[in-house]
């Protein structure tokens, strides 16, 4: 009982971050309000005891991905406030859509015949880190290539041409 009641204050918390996270103005409080429903995505991970999920989303999206979007909007001085240009029917369309999504994926899942809970599994970062380096190591090594071809493509567009 005491998991359902944790899940379910953590579940409240990311969607009231999440909603401030697309409805605040200000672009550095709305990135903050972005890292604390990534933050509270992590420990959701924690809640359903998947743990290396939990700390890589926590190192990698609110710790990494976090930082470079707070110094992106700070060193653009001019967007600071985003203004709406329209404030149209639109809502109530956005609205009326994500309730059908909600709705969808909802009696997707309650005529499911899926289990409640999964057998558990014994993975860990351990055992993640073992299958990378041994069956799964060419995919890793070509993943790591890419990721150095698309940082250096990055640089090279972004150097500023001398006239």
Known sequence: MGAFIAFAVIA????????????????????????LT??????????????FL??????????GVITL???????????????????????????LL???????ISAVVWVSDLPALPETNTITAKTIGRSFMTEHLLAFEALSMLLLAAIIGAIVLARRRDP
């Open 98 to 104: 994500a309730a059908c999504v909600f709705g969808a």
């Open 54 to 63: 939990a700390s890589m989303q926590v190192i990698l999206y609110t710790g």
């Open 69 to 95: 979007m707070l110094f992106t909007v700070m060193l653009t001085d001019e967007i600071h406030r985003v203004d709406r240009a329209s404030t149209s029917g639109r809502r109530m369309a956005g609205g």
């Open 12 to 35: 409240a918390a990311l969607l009231a971050s999440a909603f401030m996270a697309v409805s605040t103005k200000n672009l550095v409080r709305s990135v903050l309000w972005l890292a």
């Open 38 to 51: 990534l933050f509270c995505t992590g420990a959701l991970y924690v809640t359903l005891e998947a743990d």
